[in-house]
């Protein structure tokens, strides 16, 4: 095919097969069809072998509204049309006195176009949601990238959970950046819901991935974040947005090589948790001011040292799931859950501990948005250990 040639568009029959619905299938097989096709032949042989007194033909209306819920239009068609023809059929084989005429057969005829007009309704809803779907999903790529495996030297594992399903991307962020300097590890939430959150985590994930890469002093790095969060506020001031944002957030930044602690920088977030051998133990809360507050006070979070072992696995989450609350609005006791029911501190099963954990203590019943993010060193390798020694 010559690629410089427009492609036609799809003629009117290929459009109906391209709106028919998967369906229900078997193997290979779709089977959607089965139902109304036996409620079809049901009613035809019910009312073949009933009194004169009690006929019921003109249920046969029913099977292409079952067809619509089920079947894709063109499918839907057939069934009206079959459902016509075996209804005429039918009240033809009766004596006059038991018929029921023209207008029962014209109530056939027009269910059956009602049903196929509902069935192309219902595969334009379905299409235009998937469009959605995918707009959702390139917003959710373009703000929370997906993590290579082994990204910046740590073994990694995330996750996002959005409370309404069908938004798939909110304020909550995270992000690994390898850089010259070591790896910097960040996770946040934006206050507020809606696209100016998702706007804000976008603007602070941009500044995030340029200054952790270039700056070697973490404390330079938390600034840019800062000043990226104050002048997108001003910016959404200048559109007339009134709500000025601000988040919480943890930076972290692992050395180039294993030190045996981390730098932390916690802006008014939950303290992360160390989860290894030796248990479970929770590192420093924030208490200075969010991201786009710090102006305000005049204060800014400052760089702490923190023992990290080799071995250990740094958990990071969002208020998603330090304010999880069950039926009597309980929260879920994080760190206790950690300590008695993850035996495997590797990444991927803490991320899916805790996931399930959340899921079941809200009895998946989500009041806000989740992002769990879980990093470890990853072993040195033999080429590893020779440049350290070579250095």
């Known amino acids: 095919m010559d690629p410089t040639r427009t492609p036609r568009r799809p ?10 619905e998967p369906g229900l299938r078997i193997g290979r097989w779709n089977v959607s069809w089965l139902l109304p096709a036996a409620v079809l032949a049901a009613i035809a042989i019910g009312d073949w072998n009933s009194s004169g007194d009690f006929r019921i033909a003109t249920w046969i209306v029913l099977v292409p509204g079952l067809a619509a819920a089920l079947c894709g239009v063109l499918t839907t068609a057939l069934f009206g049309v079959a459902a016509a023809v075996v209804y005429w059929l039918l009240d033809s084989a009766w004596g006059y006195q038991y018929q029921k005429g023209a207008a029962d057969f014209v109530l056939v005829i027009g269910g059956g176009v009602l049903a196929v007009l509902s069935s192309w309704l219902r595969g334009w809803a379905r299409g235009y949601l998937r469009r959605v779907e995918s707009a959702a999903d390139a917003i959710r790529l373009a703000v929370l990238r997906p993590i290579p495996p082994g990204d910046g030297g740590l073994d990694s594992a995330s996750s996002y959970l959005t409370a309404d399903v069908e938004t798939r991307v909110g304020g909550d962020f995270f992000e690994i950046q ?25 603007a602070v994930l941009g500044a995030f991935r340029e200054a952790a890469y270039y700056e070697r002093d973490l404390a330079v790095v938390a600034e840019r974040l800062e000043n990226r969060m104050r002048r997108h506020n001003e910016y959404a001031a200048t559109l007339g947005q009134t709500d000025e944002r601000f988040a919480t957030a943890v930076l972290v930044g ?30 420093p809360e924030g208490t200075g001011p969010p991201l786009g507050l710090t102006g305000l006070t005049g204060e800014r979070p400052p760089v702490v040292r923190v023992p990290f072992a080799a071995e250990e696995t740094l958990l990071m989450v969002t208020d998603g799931v330090t304010e999880a609350r069950d039926r009597t609005g309980a929260f879920l006791p994080l760190e206790d859950h950690l300590a008695r029911g993850c035996d495997d501190p590797a990444p991927r099963q803490v991320v899916n501990f805790v996931v399930n954990a959340v899921l079941d203590h809200t009895r998946g019943r989500l009041a806000d948005d989740t992002a769990l993010l879980a990093v470890r060193r990853m072993p040195a390798t033999p080429a590893d250990l020779a440049k350290d020694e070579a250095d």
């Open 178 to 202: 390898p850089s010259p300097h070591g790896a910097r590890v960040l996770l946040g939430d934006v206050q507020g819901k809606g696209t100016s959150a998702v706007d804000a985590a976008a």
């Open 11 to 20: 003629g009117w029959r290929r459009r109906l097969l391209i709106r028919q």
């Open 254 to 283: 692992f050395p180039e090589t294993d030190t045996g602690w981390v730098k932390l920088v916690n802006f008014g977030h939950s303290g992360p948790l160390v989860i290894g051998p030796a248990g479970v133990r929770a590192l």
